[in-house]
């Protein structure tokens, strides 16, 4: 061993990057540790191919709740991550409704137009003493 990696104790120093980086794993690689993991059957031999393969036991167990839930093929494929994008249907849909809306709030403005100019027309007749015809009742 170079003496200049060396620390004060005489053990080699590690270089740390600055970051740290997400490993990715394959659904290839995905599949050959899950593989690997159930053929483990002697005690010791599951820890050891974690500390080999440098995962955690938590990432068995999620990939093989993701295999059980989704199928072989596809349940080791990475999630896509983030917001679902919105389809055109669901927009074109949205668009429909907010138009609808508009227009039934219209309508209803012209409603309640129509509602006071009929009563303004009940009071004109009953001043000038116009009779008026009852619902259902012919003039």
Same mark, same amino acid.
């Given at each position: 061993?170079?003496?200049?990696?060396?620390?004060? &104790?005489?053990?080699? %120093?590690? %270089?740390?990057?600055?970051?740290? $980086?997400? =490993?990715?794993?394959?659904?290839?690689?995905?599949?050959?540790?899950?593989?690997?993991?159930?053929?483990?059957?002697?005690?010791?031999?599951?820890?050891?191919?974690?500390?080999?393969?440098?995962?955690? &036991? &938590?990432?068995?167990?999620?990939? !093989?709740?993701?295999?059980?839930?989704?199928?072989?093929?596809?349940?080791?494929?990475?999630?896509? =991550?983030?917001?679902?994008? *919105?389809? $055109?249907?669901?927009?074109? !849909?949205? *668009?429909? *409704?907010?138009?609808?809306?508009? %227009?039934?709030? =219209?309508?209803?403005?012209?409603?309640?137009?129509?509602?006071?100019?009929?009563?303004?027309?009940?009071? *004109?007749?009953?001043?000038?003493?116009?009779?008026?015809?009852?619902?259902?009742?012919?003039?």
């Amino acid at each position: 061993m170079d003496l200049a990696l060396q620390g004060a &104790s005489g053990t080699a %120093e590690t %270089e740390v990057s600055d970051k740290a $980086k997400r =490993r990715r794993f394959s659904p290839a690689e995905k599949l050959r540790i899950l593989e690997a993991a159930d053929r483990c059957d002697k005690s010791g031999e599951l820890g050891a191919l974690l500390r080999r393969e440098g995962i955690y &036991s &938590s990432h068995l167990a999620a990939w !093989r709740k993701a295999r059980r839930e989704r199928g072989e093929s596809a349940g080791l494929e990475p999630q896509k =991550r983030g917001p679902k994008g *919105v389809r $055109k249907d669901e927009r074109e !849909r949205d *668009v429909k *409704v907010a138009k609808l809306e508009r %227009e039934n709030a =219209r309508l209803a403005r012209e409603l309640e137009r129509a509602k006071a100019i009929i009563e303004i027309q009940k009071k *004109v007749a009953e001043l000038l003493g116009i009779p008026l015809a009852k619902p259902g009742e012919e003039s």
